[in-house]
C-alpha cells in the first residue's frame, strides 16, 4: 500500500502515477489517495478527459462504483488554471491527455503541488498508451496495480478488447474489454473459442 511521503518543510510538489491494466483498481486507488489528502485538511481538485463520459460526465468513478468530482477537461493546459490554494490534483484517465500533459504535470509539481495520475499503461495491443511511458519517466513514485485474469486468475497485466475494432481509443466496459496475463492475452481469440 502506497503512504504518502512526510517531508519535515518540504515545499516542492511531485508526481505519483498508478497503472496497470483495466478492471486492476487504478481509480481506486487514486480516489483512496484523494480523500486521504482531503481528510489531512488539504485542497484538492481533480480533472479527467472530457471524453470519458461512462460513469458520470463531472466525477471520477471506479467499477466498484467509488466516486469523487471531478471537473472534465479539454486540454491539459487547462491544468495550469488551477488556484493557489489547491495543494493536491488528482488526474483520471491520463492516456486519453495530450502528450503537453507531461509539460504541465511538471510546472505544477514545480510549483509544489502533489500529481496523483491514473490511467492505462497499455493499450488494447499491449503497446505504450499516450503519453503514460512519459509521465511514468518523471514521476517520482509510481504504483502498478494488476488485475485477476479472466481465464487464468493469475495477475493480469493486459487490457484485451474483445471486440474487432481497431481504434486506439475505445471507451467500453466489461462487455467490451477483460483483463488477461501475458500469457492468455497472446493466446487471443483462441481462448474465446472456448
Known amino acids: 500500500m502506497f503512504l504518502e511521503p512526510h517531508f519535515s518543510g518540504q515545499r516542492s510538489g ?3 502515477v498508478i497503472c496497470g491494466s483495466m478492471f486492476s483498481g487504478k481509480t481506486e486507488e487514486l480516489i483512496r489517495r484523494l480523500k486521504r489528502a482531503r ?4 485542497q484538492v481538485a481533480v480533472y479527467k478527459p472530457s471524453i470519458d463520459t461512462r460513469y458520470a460526465e463531472e466525477s471520477v468513478v471506479s467499477h466498484d462504483s467509488n466516486s469523487f468530482v471531478a471537473t472534465p477537461i479539454t486540454q491539459s493546459a487547462q491544468l495550469l488554471e488551477v488556484g493557489k490554494e489547491v495543494t493536491v490534483i488528482g488526474l483520471d484517465e491520463a492516456q486519453f491527455f495530450d502528450r503537453d500533459v507531461v509539460q504541465h504535470t511538471q510546472e505544477l509539481a514545480h510549483r509544489g503541488k502533489r500529481i496523483i495520475i491514473a490511467g492505462l499503461d497499455m493499450d ?3 503497446q505504450p498508451f499516450g503519453p503514460m511511458c512519459d509521465l511514468l519517466a518523471v514521476a517520482e513514485y509510481i504504483t502498478k496495480v494488476h488485475a485477476i485474469c479472466s481465464h487464468c486468475g493469475n495477475l493480469a497485466t493486459h487490457s484485451y478488447r474483445l471486440s474487432p475494432s481497431m481504434d486506439t481509443v475505445m471507451l467500453g466496459e466489461r462487455d467490451q474489454y477483460e483483463a488477461r496475463c501475458r500469457k492468455c492475452f ?7 473459442l472456448r
Do not use: C, P
Open 186 to 192: 497472446r493466446m487471443g481469440n483462441i481462448l474465446d
Open 14 to 16: 511531485w508526481l505519483e
Open 39 to 42: 481528510i489531512a485538511g488539504q
Open 124 to 126: 488494447f495491443r499491449g
